[in-house]
């Protein structure tokens, strides 16, 4: 596995935040799309953003900040979050969260350093039938019982890279 | 084929034509394609895409539809107008599908729902409890519709309501039918929504928004996602309503970006609805102009609070603001802004179609309506649940949700998350309304519901759910900010076991400064969980402050492994069954022996909380670890040599301990292995106590009790039989002869009389349960003849009737006054006495025995029932009018046992209690005067073996201590053995999920009620040792990390 850190090529960055309309409540919008395209929102992007809207760039840093969905930290090729909510808590998602923190090697809210793996833990997936339950990319997992994390992670891992060319 | 419609005629014409493409007798396969999708339900629909195609079958569809509610056995596939549904299908069922029940009519045994009692295959919908209980009106299109096609909403009567409004009603009209209907708002405070909307459409000022708030972050609910995956247009149609209502032209729906499928198959709607003019300006030609939006959240929980999500659509930080003013004067955009819940509004077209007297059939006097649950946590049929409004809570867990799974007991509800609070058992038979919960300390809430089992523990959820709103607080007003921090810090530490008893009066200060102080919902509801918990489970915080016990054996700080923590001995179990899976089987009794000197007693008798707690029992089944501790005993007996030498007297100090029972030797074991001099004096010329007493042979053979006392002589205890200790030999006698120490462990042998006319013990066929059964087991047997009425539900009066029905007796009827479900025997007993065809009889009560010239005729028993009270606690009433009388030629009366401390003298200074027993410290079982000490049935009553032993325990440590003149607290604390095993067992090697626990045999009823022998086989050394293997060793988790 040969995997970097994700590249952000400024122009692409430059494009997306000028074609963005300036209306008012334009700067949630932008922001998701940023995120979207580049996995998170790259330090770089807070002044011209800034500049683009006529916002103070605190108040960009503000509004990232404060929003548990933006990430200013680029995020491994695949990211598994983790359901916390009630169910998932009542029905054991503590040791669902320990297992996978020990196949991945790395604590919640942390990437691997070659970039492959983030693990996050969320409020509810709103998912609570499938209790105890994850998230990996944009699949549901549900049903878990720490035995079959290693599983889930080698299919998640590998499935992805059989698709790449 | 989407076309501009330009006025109602030109929607109704619509109407008919798809009605009329889609004829009711067509044969629709539905696919859930959204919760379901998780467990393959895409795989599921190709599949059987493929194979209808194959087979040419033009005149079914299959259709991808949202949620069928019936989560729990997921993916589910429904055929109408059959009307079947199937569960658990996966891609290879779909050839079955089609060929036999689209082809053939014939249903699939394996794909259908089965009965919980029955095991019966329930094929059609309407008849599966889950769905029969149900009232779906606000999800009656969920699973049925294509929720990505408008003709399919359309063709169910969608936007019917839109139509009958433009074209009849006024705004005014419209507001007061929503009032008269009765709504209130879904999303969590309950407020009238048509009141709302007045307030909206009075309010001056332009243009007006509406704003439907889709943002759920409630852990725990998942009501709305399915609304807006499965059914969209219903909301979008409720918010159209609104907005003609209050006068607003544009509406923002802010979803959370949790939920990819909800915007999807939202943007997919407003998309078909501007094609077909259904939004934008002069909808149906009716002058009405009105368009949406989308917002994605971005995470933020409070941004469900109204000032905050408005906050956010504007592209600010999500924090809340002070009202006045309210959104209905200044919202969005300092305009008049109404916002409601994506449940109210899908309620709305119901309204409007049917008229609010319709709408009000359901509900109570003051709600009217249905809600919509989300069933998650410890019940079966996890689900989405519609019911009306004021059901019981009992009727949506156990009748709709099944109950709990695997046997466990039912602790509370959480209800309304993060906000909420938690309903205990007793009140499951209130009425489910906003009223009844708010004055329950819980909130009817957005409707998610989390139910808990006795595994859960009520601290460690209220630290959950703090650490939740601790992180989620916006940070803006101070008493949230902080006062969630110092809830959390306190919760926190209770829950590692450092808590004090001062902490619970700073949680309510706290808790009530935050409610009254701070500025949003989130932070003056944020100490409900703390709060309610500690009204309804007060007891559970006390433990982890003063006993560092957690009941629920779930805190990490104070558990190493469930198994242990639950045992009241706390037996290091994980060791002893890799000990067990290894092999070493002396090794693995001598751990049980640390905590426990009774292992193959308690291998045959002990009612094995640990199996309930077992993390195994997660996956599949929980490890028989009562099995295994019994075939490490027997292998130990059989081929082990009793210890040659006693354990080393090290001090003159001396114990009595009165009572041989285990209490009293596992006391005097623990003190002879700590050095003392302990001498046991039993009245009676055998050992062994109520093990001897009451449990029949055929459960606990004698040898058994006989073999471990002679290992605890052997250990350095001396045992003096026929040697009561009464007015003829003291406890102070005893003191006076040179014991340091008494320890009182006489156990509770006094049967409890029934007190009712009649009761004359010289009658001739009336018999006392415990004088019963130890006559039976001294080798006397009562000669029973023809047949026995045996009145108790307790363990006592299962081993009474199944020693009855061995001695003679033709017929054994056991009658209890209360139901099935609250008899206090265990259920292994009570399902022995039915395979072995004793009747059980609940709710008849004994009211007079009726005997002839003191010979026993029969009972005369009355018709018991369960009554609510106003709180919704329940208790018995017996109705003497409803009578029947049983013919028996005898009856044994076993409705409990009391401590008999007839032997203590008249003078003596001991302090009792005021049913006769003593009054001891918990902690450390020390009567009023020192040196004397009490344990065992004797103080608390009848319990079981192994709380008996745990208390004999106790003992021993806290007379250790008082003997070494040290008066600190006892402390029983997990620990781990020296004997350690590590291996991983279960987690080592690649053990499947399906292997199930490994059953013991036992003899068949038949054969077996006729004699005293003994029901349950033990292992065999290889079942033994695969059992063990089953260990998941959670118990090294820590170590592992």
Known sequence: ?165 | MTRLLKSIGQLEWLRNEIRAAHPEDKTVVMVCMTGCRAYGAAEVFASLSRVIAEKNLAGVEIRATGCHGFCAKAPVVAIEPLGVQYQAVSPDDAQDIVEQTLMQNRLIDRLAYRDTRSNQPVFYKNQIPFYKNQTRRVLANCGRIDPTNVEHYIGHGGYEALSRMLSTMSPEQVIDEVLAAKLKGRGGAGFPTGQKWKLAREAKGSPKYIICNADEGDPGAFMDRALLEGDPHSVIEGLMIGAYAIGASQGYIYVREEYPIAVQHLRIAIDQLHSLGLLGTNILGQGFSFDIAIKMGAGAFVCGEETALMASIESRRGMPKARPPFPAQSGLDGKPSNINNVETLANIPLIITHGSRWYGEVGTEKSKGTKIFSLAGKVNNTGLVEVPIGIRLKEIIFDIGGGVPKGRKFKAVQMGGPSGGCVPREYLNLPVDYDTLQSLGAIMGSGGMVVMDENNCMVEIARFFLNFTQSESCGKCAPCRLGTTQLLEILTRISKGQGRMEDLDALRDIGKTVTETSLCGLGQTCAKPALSTMRYFLNEYEEHIKERRCTGAVCEAMVISPCQHACPAGIDVPNYVAAVAKGNYANAVSIIRERNPFPAVCGRVCIHPCETKCRRGELDDSVSIRLLKRFAADWYYDNMALPEHPFPVTSRKKVAVVGAGPAGLTCAYFLAKAGFGATVFEAKERGGGMLDITMPEFRLPRDVIIKEIEYIERCGVTIQYNSPVDSNHTVNDLISEGFGVVFIAAGAQASKRLEIPGEDESIEGLYYGLHYLAKVKEGDPISLKGRVIVIGGGNVAMDVARTAIRSGADAVQIFYRRSLDEMPAWGKEVDEALEEGILIHPMWAPNRIIQADGVLKGVEFAKSRTVFNDDGTSRLSVDKSNTRIVDAEALIISVGQAPDSSFLTKDSLIERNLWGSLNVDRNTLSTNISGIFAGGDFTTGPSTVIEAIASGRRAALAIENYLNGCVARIAIRDEKTCLHETTGLALDGEVGENAPRVRAHRESPRLRRNDFREVESGFTESQAVAEAMRCLRCDLEKERR
Request: net charge negative; hydrophobic share 35%; aromatic share 8%.
């Open chain 1, 1 to 165: 596995m040969n995997t970097q850190a994700p590249h952000i090529d400024p122009q692409r960055l430059e494009s997306i935040i000028m074609n963005h309309e300036v209306g008012k409540w334009a700067l949630i919008p932008l922001l998701q799309t940023i995120q979207e395209e580049f996995g998170y929102i790259p330090p770089e992007a807070v002044m011209p953003v800034a500049d683009h809207l006529k916002l103070f760039p605190s108040e960009v840093q503000g509004v990232i900040e404060f929003y548990s969905g933006f990430s200013m930290k680029p995020k491994g090729k695949h990211v598994f979050k983790v359901c916390c909510g009630t169910a998932c808590h009542v029905k054991g998602s503590r040791s669902i969260l320990t297992s996978i923190k020990k196949e991945l090697g790395i604590n919640e809210g942390e990437t691997s350093p070659d970039f492959s793996c983030s693990l996050e833990t969320v409020a509810c997936l709103g998912a609570c039938f499938l209790a105890p339950t994850l998230m990996a990319d944009k699949e549901y997992y549900g049903r878990l019982s720490p035995t079959r994390i290693g599983s889930i992670v080698d299919h998640v891992k590998g499935s992805r890279e059989d698709e790449k060319p």
